[in-house]
């Protein structure tokens, strides 16, 4: 018995510190308009490209919720942005598993 209990409570912190993982640096590009979108709740979603979707017709909804630190968005701007992302284990139901960080604005172009 105690030896499961010593697997377990080991199994239990090994999962527990799992760490985020980085999953590298990405170039994106943010529309100048948002667009309504339903997730949970009906909201805003700003529309993104992702590195070799960027210049293309292909625009992906990318909720606030999964918003991009340090980057304040205002409408009537095209972005084109440096962002690091990084993996969540074990992210809530709701939530993204992939966190954005802003490391550049690259552009901002009134449109």
């Known amino acids: 018995m105690k030896k499961a209990l010593m697997a377990l ?3 239990a912190t090994v999962w527990a510190c799992e760490e985020v993982q980085p999953e590298g640096d990405a170039n994106m590009r943010v529309n100048y308009f948002t667009q309504t979108c339903q997730g949970l709740y ?3 979603c700003l529309l993104i490209q992702e590195d070799a979707e960027i ?4 625009w992906s909804l990318f909720y606030y919720e999964n918003s991009i630190e340090g980057f304040e968005y205002e409408a009537g701007y095209v972005y084109d942005l440096r962002v690091e992302k990084t ?10 598993s992939i ?7 690259i ?5």
Do not use: R
């Open 9 to 11: 409570t080991l199994l």
């Open 42 to 44: 009906e909201g805003n």
């Open 55 to 58: 210049g293309s017709d292909n």
């Open 87 to 96: 993996h969540i284990p074990n992210p809530p139901q709701d939530a993204s």
């Open 99 to 105: 966190e954005y960080k802003l490391i550049e604005v």
């Open 107 to 111: 552009s901002k172009t009134a449109q």
